[in-house]
């Protein structure tokens, strides 16, 4: 468990901010949040860690503990992250959605069952609206310099964060939109947003109950090794080819 006086920052990616604004209501302790823009998304993974680094870095050790970093695996922008004076702890988690499914193992059966769904968060309709984020908005495949060959993928990446990447990265047309509730203020203005972009393309949305006990747990603690990762200070992120996803390891 946290001591009660830890002093927390929060260095997290715009989507989560409904979210994470409306858990500080009942977090614990003494929490700070910085949010890094949507559109560190449709950059390069490397424009993505230098933009996370750099928030990282600014962060003094003398005002607070633990610095908790808001992002999964999804643009890779957390590889190589360097841990400075103060240790790192990051969900494992592909991406937003499986975080807000609120654990891996359900995220991974929708998207086995249904794997041509568009997913939708309160972040993401945000975000397309801004025109930051959206279905042609993606980059991830030649940002890894990856050309979407399965084998390629699972020999870089391992079996499953492989299969998760070229099912992301292969051409397809989406055949519904899928928005996961968070229980957010304003939730139903969102599905409804949601509602008339899946209308434009003309799928059917389909909303998901989401649950927020991995974001509560990621700003509460306490952090079990199964879905966080603690980076001690003077190491590095580091992809592993197995369920962990990610670990730490000596710099470079």
């Known amino acids: 468990m946290n001591p009660p006086n830890e002093r927390r920052i929060v260095l997290s990616c715009k ?14 302790g003494n929490i700070d949040v910085e949010y890094l ?3 560190l998304h449709c950059g390069t993974a490397d424009e ?31 590889r190589g992250l360097v841990a400075r004076d103060l240790p790192l702890v990051i969900p494992r988690s592909h991406d937003c959605i499986s975080f807000l499914f609120g654990s891996r193992d359900r995220y991974i059966a929708f998207f086995q069952e249904q794997p041509d769904s568009y997913f939708l968060t309160s972040g993401w309709v945000d975000g ?3 025109g930051i984020v959206g279905p042609d908005k993606t980059v991830l495949g030649s940002q890894l310099g990856l050309n ?18 070229y099912d992301q ?24 947003r949601a509602r008339e972009e899946a ?9 998901v109950q989401g649950d927020t006990v991995l974001l509560e747990r990621f700003l509460n603690g306490p952090w079990d090794e199964e879905n966080f990762l603690i980076t001690p ?10 369920d962990r996803m990610i670990d730490w390891s000596d710099l470079d």
């Open 15 to 28: 989507i989560f901010e409904r979210e994470i604004e409306q858990a500080l209501e009942r977090a614990k």
């Open 37 to 39: 823009t949507l559109g």
């Open 48 to 78: 993505a860690r230098l933009g996370i680094q750099a928030a990282v870095d600014s962060v003094s050790s003398e005002a607070y503990d633990t610095v908790l970093v808001g992002y999964g695996l999804c643009n890779f922008g957390i």
């Open 128 to 130: 397309m609206a801004e």
């Open 148 to 165: 979407g060959e399965l084998s390629e993928l699972i020999e870089k990446y391992g079996e499953d964060n492989g299969r998760y990447l």
């Open 169 to 192: 990265l292969k051409p397809r047309q989406y055949a519904q939109r899928v928005y996961v509730t968070s229980g957010c203020e304003n939730e139903e203005e969102l599905i409804e």
């Open 199 to 207: 209308e434009q393309h003309n799928c059917p949305l389909q909303v």
């Open 233 to 242: 200070p003077g190491k590095q992120v580091a992809v592993v080819h197995d």
